[in-house]
């Protein structure tokens, strides 16, 4: 027993070198939910927390492990805060329960409750915020009960902005050049600038030194919507659970496809406890195609993104309840032995150029589950065919290295559909509509 115990601090000491670690293993996988914004915007309220929850539960959701119900903006009053505690004020119209009664009915059903504030003196939507007020925030949302904390980067004082400029190759970035480097930028950093230095960095670190404060009281989640500026991906691991690597998302392809182009570059970092954030799911928002929502969700869950749905759950289609509830995607996010993401093996129609389009088409990666993962994907507009050659998926390669010719097979099922497609020798070919992928489930050599 004592052996096992040392063992379990040392394997927790390797996966959290400079990184943020929790009690209770909070953070060391990415955060499955469900948010209010992009389904409600400033329209927040109870009803809908509750509704939202009750559905994650009754459809399944909550069965895979989806498990955070998160208010975003505008739950507060926003005229100020309470002259005599200084702390924000609830909206009493929104929340008649108060957070903290919100806060309880969620917990009633099994689930956990997010909030959201900013590291400014407003909120996006101009809310009280807390930058100056992080240690009576952190501590008003422990007696809250709060278990996840969404910490945006809007209405940042002058005292608080960066020396420098970084360069983020996010389309919200004009004159991004196709490489992903940033022409005429205005005050860059000095070559190897330590970005961790960074007022961005050091608004942030406030915040997580304050919710280690009341740690023992309550043990909250910190997600960074830090929008991919400061360089957050080679600091944000020692200062949040997950750090948002982009500008906002939006229910439009080429929003998604730019997205999803930025973070494939960026996944060096993404491990146990800490995790890009590609922004929230669009899965049911907007005029995506049935194939467009499938490879959203398949990209984002290879990833190792948190998967926060963003979409009004009761009256969601079966069609996209069914891609949010693929078990093993899920699965492969949640894997508790293989952290790191999956990774583009080849580029596919980009030919490796930066293309906000077009994405990496061809990934792979590990499981501990028995089987690799293959993830094929049509970037284009029109029908085209993708094969996934074996010798080229590199958990494959050594194994092909030393395959007699006759042993060059794998035993392939379709993630999709469950359907065994038996024994697949040398490569998989399948026809993909527009915008539309394959996730197969590689297992045992035949």
Same mark, same amino acid.
């Given at each position: 027993?004592?052996?096992?115990?040392?063992?379990?601090?040392?394997?927790?000491?390797?996966?959290?070198?400079?990184?943020?670690?929790?009690?209770?293993?909070?953070?060391?996988?990415?955060?499955? =939910?469900?948010? !209010?914004?992009? *389904?409600?915007?400033?329209?927040?309220?109870?009803?809908?927390l509750m509704t939202a929850a009750n559905e994650i539960v009754s459809t399944g959701l909550k069965d895979l492990g989806y498990e955070y119900v998160n208010i975003d903006d505008c739950w507060s009053v926003k005229g100020g805060r309470d002259n005599v505690t200084d702390r924000i004020i609830p909206d009493s119209e929104k929340f008649p329960s108060g957070i903290n009664g919100t806060a309880q009915k969620i917990h009633n059903l099994g689930l956990k409750i997010g909030i959201y504030s900013s590291a400014g003196t407003e909120t996006c939507a101009g809310y009280p915020a807390s930058i =100056?007020?992080? !240690?009576?925030? *952190?501590?008003?949302?422990?007696?809250?009960?709060?278990?996840?904390?969404?910490?945006?980067?809007?209405?940042?004082?002058?005292?608080?902005?960066d020396e420098y400029t970084a360069c983020t190759a996010d389309s919200d970035f004009p004159g991004v050049n196709p490489n992903g480097t940033c022409p005429g930028l205005q005050n860059p950093a000095p070559a190897g600038y330590d970005w961790s230095?960074?007022?961005?960095?050091?608004?942030?670190?406030?915040?997580?030194?304050?919710?280690?404060?009341?740690?023992?009281?309550?043990?909250?989640?910190?997600?960074?919507c830090e929008?991919?500026?400061?360089?957050?991906? !080679?600091?944000?691991?020692?200062t949040g659970n997950s750090w948002r690597m982009s500008g906002d998302i939006n229910a439009t392809w080429p929003r998604i496809t730019a997205i999803a182009n930025l973070n494939a570059h960026e996944l060096s970092s993404v491990d146990f406890w800490g995790h890009n954030d590609p922004d929230m799911l669009e899965v049911g928002n907007g005029n995506l195609t049935i194939e467009e929502n499938r490879a959203h969700f398949a990209l984002w869950a290879i990833m190792k993104s948190p998967l926060i749905i963003g979409t009004a759950l009761d009256s969601l289609p079966e069609t996209h309840l069914e891609i949010l509830k693929n078990a093993d995607l899920v699965a492969f996010n949640q894997d508790p032995v293989h952290g790191k993401p999956a990774y583009p093996y080849k580029a596919g129609y980009s030919n490796g150029t930066w293309d906000p389009v077009h994405p990496p088409e061809y990934w792979s990666g590990s499981t501990s589950y028995g089987w690799n993962l293959v993830l094929l994907f049509n970037s284009e507009d029109v029908n085209a065919t993708r094969t996934a050659s074996w010798s080229e998926v590199p958990q494959l390669k050594q194994q092909q290295r030393h395959a007699h010719k006759t042993q060059r097979g794998y035993q392939v099922e379709d993630i999709w559909t469950g359907k065994d497609l038996g024994c697949v020798k040398d490569q998989y070919s399948v026809d993909l509509q527009p915008h539309d992928v394959a996730v197969l489930k590689i297992k045992g050599k035949c």
């Open positions: 027993m004592i052996r096992s115990s040392i063992a379990a601090a040392l394997l927790l000491s390797l996966e959290g070198a400079k990184a943020l670690t929790l009690p209770d293993n909070v953070g060391r996988l990415p955060a499955l =939910g469900w948010n !209010s914004w992009n *389904a409600f915007g400033c329209d927040v309220s109870e009803t809908k =100056g007020h992080e !240690s009576l925030d *952190a501590q008003t949302f422990a007696d809250w009960g709060i278990d996840y904390l969404k910490y945006d980067n809007c209405y940042v004082p002058s005292n608080w902005t230095k960074s007022n961005t960095a050091k608004r942030y670190n406030i915040m997580r030194d304050a919710l280690a404060a009341v740690e023992d009281q309550q043990v909250i989640l910190f997600s960074m929008w991919g500026q400061a360089d957050v991906v !080679s600091w944000g691991n020692g």
